[in-house]
């Protein structure tokens, strides 16, 4: 009887640890947020967790014997950073977790939502007050000097607000103008964007395909700051040509 009652109590404890059968790319035991707990949960995920993971050494393992392989290392590590910061770890459901890792992946948008009835989102579904604002920043610009044959620097600043829509507070109007070399300018004239999980979407319907910029508020190095998204540059061609770009652009909240 003892040993009966050794066994039945060896197996409930088991019962109770959190053990995890899905594989994932870091250690499932020790997952401590919400987006952890659901990757390791997930089979789906757990291998979409791999795939990001393998492709992301991949990446540094090619570039280890090019030339400025030190650069290219460091800028993969930090796009890296900032896209579990700004657009996996901003995630508050399975789906939205599946789109960032496939896109990931796969280097193409997958579309957003399309809420049927967005006046009646929840509370848990709207973006968060501080989703909404002003965000700058300054930085110094290489202006070419026609005279000297060299670039000088001037001081710019990159500027974009999200403003409010009265009873709409899944939507917003976006206001920005960015700078680039030469002064060259991109300016988002009170375009419409439309809330979706975890970031503000702006569509581009100008050509015959939808562009999409993204726009991801979220905490990064401890600040509040937001990172434009535009998947394979599309939404930029449409907008800016080739004078500039929005992908990967970080901008401080005011």
């Known amino acids: 009887m003892k040993k009966l009652l050794l ?45 990001m993971a393998k492709k992301y050494s991949k990446s540094l393992n090619d ?12 800028n993969l590590i930090i796009d890296q950073k900032l896209w579990l910061s700004f657009q996996r770890n901003t995630c508050k459901d399975i789906e939205c977790l599946v789109r960032e ?10 579309y957003d939502i399309t809420w049927s009835y967005p006046d009646e989102l929840s509370t848990s579904d709207l973006p968060k007050q501080s989703s909404f604002g002003s965000f700058s920043y300054t930085f110094d610009l290489p202006i070419y000097n026609s005279d000297t044959g060299k670039f000088d620097e001037q001081i710019a600043t990159n500027t ?4 409010e829509v009265d009873n709409k507070p899944y939507l917003s109007v976006i ?21 979706s999980q975890n970031h503000w979407t702006i569509s581009d319907n100008r050509s015959d395909s939808t562009t999409e910029l993204r726009l991801y508020p979220g905490t990064y190095k401890g600040k509040f700051q937001l ?24 901008l401080n909240r005011e």
């Open 101 to 110: 890792y496939k896109e990931y992946l796969d280097e193409r948008s997958y």
């Open 175 to 195: 206001d920005s103008t960015l700078f680039f070399t030469n002064l060259h300018s991109c300016v988002i004239e009170e375009s419409l964007a439309t809330w």
């Open 160 to 163: 974009l607000s999200i403003n």
């Open 63 to 74: 570039i280890a014997n090019e030339e400025d392989a030190d650069i290219y290392r460091k």
């Open 227 to 250: 990172l434009l998204k535009d998947t394979g540059d599309q939404f930029r061609q449409e907008r800016c040509g080739v004078r500039g770009y929005f992908d990967g652009i970080l």
């Open 7 to 51: 066994v039945s109590v060896f197996f409930s404890s088991c019962y109770l640890l959190p053990v995890y059968a899905n594989a994932a790319s870091f250690d499932c035991n020790k997952a401590a947020t919400w987006v952890e707990k659901t990757i390791c949960k997930n089979n789906e995920l757990s291998e979409l967790d791999e795939a």
